[in-house]
């Protein structure tokens, strides 16, 4: 995965609001520099966000 897919294109002409939050935020987790992505609404980087997936050892979930 990598982000840069989207670097070395130089957006001119218009400049459309997009629905993207602010730039050069950090990881909120001490020590970490990881740069977040303006989409990435957490505090987070991927690697420290919060895991959403609840973990089931052999329970189930109704
Ligand atoms: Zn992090």
Known sequence: M???SLSG???S???RPSRAFAKNRTCREP???T???I???GKFCHRHE???VPRTRGRKIA
Request: charged letters at 20%; proline letters at 5%.
């Open 2 to 4: 990598s982000e840069r």
């Open 9 to 11: 294109h130089t957006m």
């Open 13 to 15: 002409g218009s400049e």
């Open 31 to 33: 020590g970490c520099n």
């Open 35 to 37: 740069k977040l992505s």
């Open 39 to 41: 989409y990435n609404s």
């Open 50 to 52: 919060p895991m959403v």
